[in-house]
């Protein structure tokens, strides 16, 4: 069965499928978009050739061209970086405030400032990290569930706690956040 293609992750209304929209690397995506566009522009329709796969080249246009593909893969290891950079910096934040409180503990508030510096320049880049931790859980959040703990003191499947953070650069998502959710005792999911 062959894999599906980005316009069919993009229009399929269900959310588990969606989940999977990261993995088709970005070159791939917009080769196929210019592809459906040549044929519209042709009058062909969708469905009369197979759909892009990774490998496949991108079709040539003047900026493509422009591009080279050493271009398309330092992209890839910049936002890498930036994903493992803004990990590492929330992690670490983490580790200096008081889980209680949500202070920063006596002994870590000179080092608390500076990873904060670096969080609000991750801002001014126009870098979010979220780790949706408290919030209710819905299928459709940019997060890759763990596990499904039952929890007391909870009514509704909500996230609990986060091993990563989703990263999102100028509406772009570099990276999905890890959760694990807390559902309601005995709830038929726990098993």
Not at 40 to 48: I, P
Not at 154 to 181: C, F, H, N, S, Y
Request: glycine share 6%; aromatic share 4%; net charge negative.
């Amino acid at each position: 069965m062959a894999s599906p293609s980005f316009l069919d992750l993009l229009l399929a209304r269900d959310p588990r499928r969606l989940v999977r929209f990261p993995d088709i690397p970005l070159d791939a995506a917009l080769a196929e978009l210019r592809l459906l566009q040549e044929k519209a522009a042709r009058g062909e329709t969708r469905n009369s050739a197979p759909p892009i796969s990774a490998s496949t080249a991108p079709i040539s246009t003047p900026a493509a061209a422009a591009t080279p593909a050493s271009a398309a893969l330092a992209n890839e290891s910049i936002d890498a970086g930036l994903c493992a950079l803004a990990t590492h910096v929330w992690r670490t934040k983490g580790k200096l405030v008081d889980p209680d409180s949500g202070e920063p503990k006596e002994e870590t508030r000179r080092v608390y400032r500076h990873v904060e510096a670096a969080l609000e320049s991750f801002t001014q880049m126009g870098v979010t990290l979220t780790d949706w931790i408290g919030q209710p859980y819905d299928p459709g959040l940019p997060v890759k569930v763990l596990t499904f703990q039952p929890t007391e003191g909870i009514t509704r499947d909500t996230i609990v706690e986060a091993v990563r953070p989703t990263v999102v650069w100028k509406d772009r998502l570099l990276q999905l956040g890890e959760v694990v959710v807390g559902i309601p005792p005995n709830s038929e999911k726990a098993s």
